[in-house]
């Protein structure tokens, strides 16, 4: 190893042991919500779903309150006994686990979506869930 390249790879190795104490990639846990307002939209869960306390003129349950709600308990008529009887209270892992796919967290729910695979932007509407709930 001739001097040169002995001093390339000690330089290396310092940017190594720096960029390991200020990785690039830690951000603050915010939420995003004009991301997750767009999930929102772009996922059709606005066709069906509101934030708008006391506005049922939708094909889904009202979304006000529903972190720390029990499933199947808002004024809506159109519930399963499948989601119903899961006996789930909202909370950020069982509305990932929602997300993820309905029709496993209640087989035979009355929610038609496929569901989201990607897990961070999962995170992102949960996020956005809990703080438009509020
Ligand atoms: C085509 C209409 C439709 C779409 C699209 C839809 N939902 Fe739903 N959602 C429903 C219906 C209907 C139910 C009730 C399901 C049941 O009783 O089995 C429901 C239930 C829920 C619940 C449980 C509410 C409660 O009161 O227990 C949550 C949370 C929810 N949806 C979130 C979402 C999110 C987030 C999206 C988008 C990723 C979405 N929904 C997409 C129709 C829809």
Redesign the pocket.
């Known amino acids: 190893m001739t001097r040169h390249t002995k001093y390339q790879s000690r330089f290396a190795a310092a940017v190594l042991a720096a960029s390991a104490f200020f990785p690039a990639t830690v951000r603050a846990a915010d939420c995003d919500l004009a991301a997750g307002a767009k ?2 939209q772009d ?7 509101t934030f708008v306390p006391d506005d049922f003129d ?6 006000h309150g ?1 972190v720390g ?6 004024n ?1 008529g ?7 009887k899961t006996g ?1 209270t ?1 909370d950020s892992a069982a ?1 990932d686990r ?2 993820t796919n ?1 029709a496993a967290v ?1 087989p ?6 496929a569901g ?1 695979p990607d897990a961070q932007a999962r995170a992102t ?2 996020c956005y ?1 809990t703080e438009k709930s509020r």
């Open positions: 999930l929102f996922q059709q869960c606005a066709g069906c779903h939708k094909s889904g349950p009202n979304l529903v709600r029990k499933a199947g308990t808002a809506f159109g519930y399963s006994d499948a989601l119903k789930i909202w509305l929602w997300i309905p209640a035979g729910t009355a929610m038609p979506f989201l509407l949960v869930l």
